[in-house]
């Protein structure tokens, strides 16, 4: 099946520094990524949809000049939040959808950021 | 709007007991469902699913029926092993490109020795 990485897998960051995410999509095209918060013991919550040439959408209540998306290529999405906090702390998981059917969505790893 | 309901956790059996998990969903159109499982500290891993009525999905022992007549989508096992301790999402995709995956809240197992 199709394979989603992301890097780092984990970070370890100081508050008030911007910390970057990259999600890939290793052996397909993706005009479309998702990018997923999950807190402990919770579901994943949509935080936008990542469009290749095209500026993100955020979901309510995702500032989007904190999470700042850039799709830069059909196989990169990143993710930077800016000005972290403690209170970003987070597991962070992207996703893209399979080109072919759009009947499945392809996940990756997760990135575990901690803010200290 | 579409929407998915899962059994709270933690559900907690022993070892070689039989799972259900019981997954409802509320959708417009036909959409695909999923079950995906998340191991402690990584991401999602599809488990299994199915396009369209009547369907079966299976892996690793686990099964689940797309039921349009009932909207569910329940996940089973025979016999459960340590190792299926997890959580596990029900979700949908509707049939439309670029459509958001909708999850439930997720179940936790835990399986005793």
């Known amino acids: 099946g199709a394979v989603v990485s992301q890097h780092p897998s984990w970070v370890i960051c100081k508050s008030g520094t911007s910390v970057k995410i990259e999600c890939r999509s290793l052996?397909?095209?993706?005009?479309?990524m998702f990018w997923y918060r999950q807190f402990p013991k919770q579901s994943l919550m949509l935080m936008a949809t990542?469009?290749?040439?095209?500026?993100?959408?955020?979901e309510q209540g995702v500032e989007k000049d904190k999470f700042l998306i850039n799709h830069a290529s059909l196989t990169l999405s990143t993710l930077t939040v800016t000005s972290a906090h403690p209170e970003d702390s987070s597991f962070y998981i992207c996703s893209a959808p399979d080109s072919s059917s759009y009947n499945e969505q392809f996940f990756g790893p997760g990135t575990r950021l901690t803010v200290l | 709007g579409n929407s998915v309901t899962q059994m709270e956790g933690p559900v907690t059996l022993s070892e070689e007991a039989f799972l259900t998990i019981n997954c409802t969903y509320t959708?417009?159109?036909?959409?695909?469902l999923f079950w995906y499982v998340q191991y402690p500290g990584e991401g999602l891993q599809l488990l299994l699913k199915a396009t369209k009525a009547d369907d079966k999905g299976s892996n690793k022992g686990f099964e689940a029926t797309y039921r349009k007549e009932t909207t569910s989508f329940h996940l089973e096992k025979g016999s459960v092993q340590v190792s299926d301790s997890a959580v596990y999402f029900c979700a949908l995709i509707r049939m439309n490109r670029d459509d958001k995956i909708i999850f439930g809240k997720g179940t936790r197992l835990h399986i005793l020795p």
């Open positions: 990542s469009n290749e040439g095209s500026k993100a959408t955020y």
């Open positions: 959708a417009t159109g036909y959409p695909s």
């Open positions: 052996d397909f095209q993706a005009t479309t």
